[in-house]
């Protein structure tokens, strides 16, 4: 952006032009040289409709489409790393010497850390410091059903049968622990409704992938064990992620609000890509047109995440277009000598194709993206 300072009105006048980004403003927010709000106002006087987005820049927060996420760097590194051994302490790592401390005891811990979390993330929120703050968030999410256990033990309310150790609740399957999930998929939405911040939905996603097991462990209690059944539950819920992903995606591109305008698909795609590949992937189809008809499925989620610009797609779908012609090489074509050949032909033809893509890209961007809907568009 270019602004003209005109020190005087003499036709003589010497014209100085001075590059503004929205990084400069940041910046700026950060120095305390002016507040967000003048930031928002500034960028809208020099460049009407651009107000939303610069007071998105001066939040920290990633504007256009739904943001890909923060950048990576040393300081966010440790940011993500310290909060996760912090989230782990309170949740994979808990030992049975916190069994010492009894229901009603391990509940008053777990509120005073849920406070003190909550409290820090509010401080941190006013600071400026989004990705910390998400952090604190996070964490106090993932009390959540440590909190409802707690309760339950404590009032004689936990059903007989099951797990006596918080801890096996990150171990084992059990339709028991059905009550902690739903009670942390409500807190994570009310807790992301009022913090805003992308990182709060990775508890939110993991426990769907729990819920997943769980669910099956409950509808199979007159059965016995059926990985198949179980198998196909993820698949289902898988889809059902996926599904609520690209709603949240599109919702989230389109949205008017810089705290709505950022990545909080990222989460759900994630574990609902896998949870759906792997449930797809675990079928074992006995003839070789399900085989194939495997290998295009995993084709097509190749050219889905090109095209939305999800790479979990890509990886996955990779990953099973491998797994495919490494079936191929081992069983069908075990003895055939032609096979490695075609198959390194194969190989290097992709590495052409890799090539002419990149001379193409964003004619080919384009073309493929007339077939995605618009709030999907990578």
């Not at 003499?10 to 507040?35: E, F, H, K, W």
């Amino acid at each position: 952006m270019n602004t003209n300072d005109f020190s005087d009105t003499a036709p003589d006048t010497v014209i100085d032009t001075v590059q503004l980004r929205q990084g400069d403003l940041q910046a700026a927010v950060q120095d305390g040289i002016i507040s967000s709000t003048q930031a928002q106002r500034l960028w809208s006087r020099w460049s009407p409709g651009a107000a939303a987005d610069a007071l998105a820049s001066a939040q920290g927060w990633r504007v256009g489409r739904a943001a890909s996420g923060p950048g990576f760097s040393f300081t966010n590194t440790l940011y993500y790393f310290g909060g996760m051994v912090a989230i782990g302490a309170m949740t994979l790592f808990m030992t049975l010497g916190w069994q010492s401390f009894g229901a009603w005891g391990l509940l008053a811990i777990s509120l005073g850390y849920l406070a003190a979390c909550l409290k820090v993330a509010d401080h941190l929120k006013t600071r400026q410091l989004p990705i910390p703050a998400g952090i604190l968030a996070t964490l106090a999410v993932c009390l959540v059903p440590l909190i409802v256990w707690c309760v339950q033990q404590g009032l004689g309310l936990w059903p007989p049968g099951g797990p006596e150790r918080y801890s096996a609740y990150h171990t084992h399957i059990n339709w028991r622990w059905l009550t902690l999930e739903f009670a942390t998929l409500i807190a994570g939405v009310v807790m992301l409704w009022r913090y805003r911040l992308p990182f709060m939905v990775m508890p939110v996603a993991v426990t769907i992938w729990y819920m997943s097991m769980d669910v099956a462990n409950a509808l199979m209690q007159n059965q016995g064990f059926n990985w198949q059944f179980t198998r196909d539950v993820s698949l289902v819920f898988g889809l059902a992620t996926c599904a609520v992903a690209v709603w949240v995606d599109v919702r989230c591109r389109q949205a008017q609000d810089p705290a709505w305008r950022q990545d909080y698909a990222f989460w759900l795609y994630l574990f609902g890509a896998i949870m759906f590949w792997c449930g797809l992937s675990l079928r074992d189809s006995s003839s070789e047109l399900g085989k194939f008809i495997y290998a295009l499925l995993n084709v097509f989620l190749v050219f889905v995440g090109a095209a939305i610009g999800r790479r979990v797609f890509t990886v996955l779908g990779a990953f099973g277009v491998a797994g495919y012609l490494g079936y191929l090489s081992h069983r069908v074509f075990q003895d055939s000598l032609m096979f490695p050949f075609a198959l390194t032909l194969l190989g290097l033809g992709l590495v052409a194709l890799g090539i002419w893509w990149q001379r193409h890209e964003d004619r080919i961007n384009a073309r493929l993206s007339a077939w995605v809907p618009a709030g999907l568009r990578a």
